[in-house]
């Protein structure tokens, strides 16, 4: 008898044999666990009965996405410990490609602090020996590194290694060199900072003095570092900052300003004018002011006077000012390009190219010069509600800025600049205030020369990119 995904159902001698008693122990403690979902324990139940062997798992198309939501059920619950070992201890022979998204589920949920304290703590004895045993199989088995970097994240000595290797073998996936970074960061590693550093300035990456760092590795760093509440974070970063690319300075300013005792130092560093008070956009000098440091807010009062909270109502007169300029000036698109790059791409995608956190502007808000006018130099006027931004404040001291992904039971999820997305568990969020300012930033003629404004703006008025012949003006209204 077949029972509709190519697999039979045949209750011969051989077919029973096949599942080990392992294999049918695993599956009774998911049936009989209190997990609800129907698909799945009807499913399990059917393996059982009708002696489904764990190697004919992956044959039966529809257990696959069984697995990972069941999986995913019982990583939110405080009570599934057993069914998570359990399902793993299924998983781990019959599906490589099911067990390895269930160790980094465990991982990202471990690293967020949604899986944290005693329960980490319970997950971490009870997951330890399957995590060891993965560990010691060949380097060139596919579920080796991420059960390193599930055991790292879990604070397990036996993962700290192998993912520091990771992390530092310039020949490995960047992807997995990524995850293995959040793991040491999120177990406050020895090596993590060390490891950034390196990513930042280059190391072994850039064997050839004075190569630049690899863009996606010091991205990578400068996401990552928000994660590590330790002083010297701001101290690496500002060493590097003069060394940055100038799509990277951006990044490397949101995550100073996200805890009261780096934007102390950025302050101290603007101060030596080692960097430029313009550096920090309207937006992240606001959210300075909203982590009720009194000793911060004297001095971001003292280096950039009265800071506004709600939109300028004056904004009307930059647009003005800034129309009156494009007549004398017409800009040079090419090089606007590279301007969007610096300061827009963080948030905007045109073309193709940039990060989506905001709308992708090929298509939208550029109608006409006084549509881009206006989106441009006073993005608050009108805010979709889609676009909103939220401003969330963090038990451990972080104020994070961004665009309302998720807000659940477990976690809240803000998507950032630069594209990234910052997952806070929900018991570590003291706040979530709602921003009456667009998270695109009002000031942007103070960032940048006439000329670079210029730039933009005939980079931002044609249909096309610079280099399509095709490529015309839009109208002016």
């Not at 059920?73 to 009570?79: F, G, I, L, P, V």
């Not at 072994?204 to 004075?210: C, E, Q, R, S, Y």
């Not at 992240?284 to 003292?302: F, H, I, M, P, Y």
């Not at 803000?414 to 997305?421: A, F, R, S």
Request: with cysteine.
């Amino acid at each position: 008898m077949s029972g509709g995904h190519g697999v039979s159902f045949a209750t011969s001698t051989t077919s029973r044999r096949a599942v080990s008693a392992m294999s049918l122990l695993a599956v009774s403690r998911l049936v009989l666990s209190r997990l609800v979902l129907s698909r799945l324990a009807v499913t399990l139940s059917a393996m059982t009965l009708l002696a489904i062997s764990p190697l004919e798992v992956p044959r039966v198309g529809d257990l696959h996405g069984a697995w990972i939501g069941a999986f995913t059920h019982a990583a939110e619950s405080d009570d599934e410990l057993d069914t998570i070992v359990a399902t793993l201890e299924l998983l781990v022979d019959a599906d490589a490609d099911a067990t390895r998204q269930c160790l980094r589920l465990l991982a990202d949920k471990t690293q967020a602090r949604e899986l944290d304290g005693e329960r980490r703590a319970r997950l971490a004895k009870s997951i330890g020996p399957m995590v060891d045993n993965l560990l010691k199989r060949p380097a060139t088995d596919p579920l080796r590194a991420d059960a390193a970097i599930l055991a790292a994240s879990l604070r397990l000595s036996s993962g700290a290694e192998p993912t520091r290797a990771i992390a530092t073998d310039s020949r490995a996936d960047f992807e997995l060199r990524r995850r293995a970074l959040a793991a040491l960061i999120a177990a406050e590693d020895r090596a993590a900072l060390e490891i950034a550093e390196n990513w930042l300035s280059g190391g072994a990456d850039t064997p050839n003095a004075g190569a630049a760092p690899r863009p996606d590795l010091v991205s990578a760093a400068l996401a990552l570092l928000g994660r590590l509440d330790q002083p010297t974070v701001a101290e690496i970063v500002l060493r590097r900052y003069a060394l940055l690319a100038d799509d990277a300075r951006p990044k490397a300013i949101e995550l100073l300003t996200q805890r009261p005792a780096w934007s102390v130092k950025l302050l101290d560093a603007i101060s030596r004018r080692e960097i430029p008070a313009n550096a920090l956009n309207a937006n992240q000098v606001a959210r300075l002011l909203v982590t009720g440091d009194e000793a911060l807010k004297k001095r971001v009062q003292a280096t950039w006077g009265s800071v506004r909270l709600d939109r300028n109502p004056q904004r009307e007169q930059v647009i003005a000012r800034v129309r009156e300029s494009l007549r004398e000036s017409s800009g040079e698109p090419r090089r606007g390009h590279a301007v969007f790059r610096k300061v827009c791409g963080q948030c905007h995608k045109i073309h193709g190219e940039g990060q989506e956190v905001g709308p992708d502007i090929t298509a939208n808000g550029r109608a006409n010069l006084e549509q881009l006018l206006s989106n441009v130099l006073d993005p608050s006027l009108v805010i979709g509600v889609s676009y909103q931004a939220r401003v969330v404040l963090t038990s451990d001291g972080r104020a994070l800025t961004g665009l309302l992904v998720e807000d659940s039971p477990q976690r809240v999820v803000l998507k950032t600049q630069g594209g990234k997305q910052e997952v806070v568990a929900r018991e570590e969020v003291e706040e979530v205030r709602v921003s009456p300012l667009s998270l695109m930033p009002e000031g942007l003629e103070t960032q940048l020369s006439a000329t670079e404004l210029a730039d933009l703006f005939a980079f931002l008025r044609l249909d096309l990119p610079p280099d399509d012949p095709r490529a015309k003006l839009i109208p002016d209204r």
